[in-house]
């Protein structure tokens, strides 16, 4: 059923919010938004641990709250009350709890998501559209549906009050009444924990729904294209009245080509946008590649450490009122969830100060640096994307990771395993093939990175790549026999963990051989 247009008054908030942050001061709304939060939660554990009341401005901030990780904040004040978190780090009982593993790496974290913060993630959420509409002011967004797909919504229930699960779910059981006519999937389809059977039943709904927008991540929506299409046989568009997709959680460049086949048909714009569990960050107010504008008045107080002094003893901190581009920074953020200078381990560089706009170059654990090349997420993504433009090949996903000398061979090598979405040729095609694309990304990341084209000078330290492309569907395979399939798990693209990397492919050796 087609809801009411919703999109006339969508148009009139669009317009007081888009004229609201043209005169906004971004450092000066940082300034308001840190002594906000403070003055909040001067009366928790963490407030009289850290003085709040003598906390006046940015630097009092920074001189009182050291940088935190995750697992310091979980030693120090959550572990021990858990699920109870009552007035310890944030006013209040907090009511949720995201669970954040990201990609196949690493433990399971579960990040406090308030009441506060659910009230802050909708704001965003609406900042996509004001930006959308800004840039297609005869759009419609909200005269028909949004599909969201992402992972599971169904929570676990762990005290009274307090549940926990995918951010998503969250979402979807905080919705505003007046959202829900315009939301996909339903309550019942949305529950199901099987990622398969999902997918196929969403697709099976979306071909009967007037779908307007389309949120996920871009590797899981290529998936539902794909089915959609088949389901249509093929004729016409998957979304006929499609106008906005909104991704983000990997790097979208090499997913652009497939994307660009499959929204000619609409003319349908892309909007990336950066949310993690910690809050929601920036969406993109421009055009793809011209930055996220950072969201510096909706709950959460950000500052920018330079990769290279994360681990000093007194490394410099960044804010908007003194932020330089062109620098790679590692995000830190406080928030109206009680994280307070809280290193989220991801990695970003900005492009622009009046307003912030930063572009996502990846993860701290997303560095390469097995031999003393130190390639960053940004690099090896830009290289595998280059790599596949000059072949004409669309990347569906890839990881890499290092192969370290053994035997008689005395050099180590990147490997690069690549997923595309057409089906290998025969095995001999299939190498030669690997082998274009191994000197591709070589040449690519010997102009991207000076340290990196010191290792391969003649072949002496670092020898060229290997590449190894495997089928479609083979990530999507692997992420399922480590029940990590779903909308909200991400196939890592920098694999540090030999273990993990030895279990990846001896499953694309299986694979191969079937």
């Known amino acids: 059923m087609r809801p009411v247009n919703g999109t006339p008054l969508?148009?009139?908030y669009a317009e007081r919010r888009r004229r609201h942050l043209e005169r906004?001061?971004?450092?000066?709304?940082?300034?308001?938004?840190?002594?906000r939060l403070v003055a909040q939660a001067r009366l928790t554990r963490f407030g009289r641990d850290h003085h709040f009341e003598k906390i006046n401005n940015v630097t009092d901030y920074q001189r009182r709250v050291p940088l935190r990780r995750y697992e310091d904040f979980l030693a120090e004040y959550w572990r021990l009350p858990f699920p109870l978190l009552t007035n310890v780090t944030w006013p209040g009982r907090i009511p949720f709890f995201a669970l954040s593993s990201g990609t196949t790496t690493g433990a399971t974290k579960a990040i406090p998501v308030s009441r506060a913060m659910v009230r802050a993630n909708r704001r965003a959420a609406l900042d996509i559209l004001v930006w959308h509409l800004t840039s297609h002011p005869h759009g419609q967004p909200l005269a028909g549906k949004t599909l969201i797909l992402g992972?599971?919504?169904a929570l676990i229930r762990l005290a009274k009050g307090v549940h926990s699960g995918d951010l998503s779910g969250i979402a979807a059981k905080t919705i505003p009444f007046w959202a829900r006519p315009y939301t996909l999937p339903g309550t019942q389809l949305a529950l199901l924990a099987d990622w398969d059977e999902k997918l196929e039943r969403i697709a099976e709904t979306a071909i009967h729904e007037p779908i307007r927008v389309l949120s996920g991540t871009?590797?899981?929506l290529l998936l539902l294209f794909e089915r959609v299409l088949t389901l249509r046989r093929g004729q016409g568009a998957a979304f006929p009245e499609l106008e906005l997709l909104i991704h983000g959680g990997v790097a979208f460049a090499p997913y652009a080509d497939r994307f660009a086949d499959y929204l000619r048909a609409t003319g349908a714009a892309t909007r990336e946008v950066y949310a993690a569990s910690e809050g929601f960050i920036a969406v993109a107010d421009r055009s793809p590649g011209e930055g996220l504008r950072l969201l510096p008045d909706n709950g959460i107080f950000f500052e920018f450490v330079p990769v290279e002094e994360l681990n000093a003893p007194?490394?410099?901190r960044h804010w908007l009122g003194n932020l330089e581009t062109e620098i790679p920074y590692a995000?830190?953020?406080?928030?109206?969830a009680g994280l307070w200078a809280d290193v989220i381990g991801d990695t970003v560089r900005f492009v622009d100060r009046h307003p912030p706009r930063l572009l996502i170059t990846g993860r701290l654990s997303y560095m390469m640096s097995a031999f003393g090349e130190h390639l960053i997420g940004e690099e090896i993504e830009g290289a595998v994307a280059e790599a596949a433009q000059n072949l004409k090949i669309q990347v569906t996903d890839f990881s890499m990771g290092a192969e370290f000398p053994s035997g008689s061979n005395t050099r180590g090598r990147h490997i690069y395993i690549i997923e595309s979405g057409v089906p290998s040729a025969a095995p001999d095609a299939r190498q030669a093939l690997?082998?274009?694309?191994?000197a591709h990304?070589?040449?690519?990341?010997?102009?991207?990175?000076a340290d990196y084209r010191e290792h391969r000078r003649n072949d002496i330290q670092l020898d060229v790549p290997r590449v190894i492309l495997v089928d479609p569907g083979t990530f999507a395979n692997w992420l399922r026999t480590r029940g990590r399939l779903g909308g909200q798990n991400k196939v890592p693209r920098v694999i540090n963990d030999q273990a993990l990397l030895a279990d990846l492919k001896r499953h694309v050796l299986a694979v191969q051989k079937e």
């Open 10 to 12: 969508l148009r009139l």
């Open 24 to 35: 906004l001061d971004p450092a000066a709304a940082q300034a308001r938004e840190l002594r």
């Open 151 to 153: 992972g599971s919504t």
């Open 218 to 220: 871009p590797s899981w």
């Open 314 to 316: 007194r490394p410099t």
């Open 331 to 336: 995000v830190v953020l406080s928030s109206n």
């Open 434 to 438: 690997a082998g274009r694309f191994s």
């Open 441 to 449: 990304i070589d040449l690519a990341l010997k102009e991207r990175n």
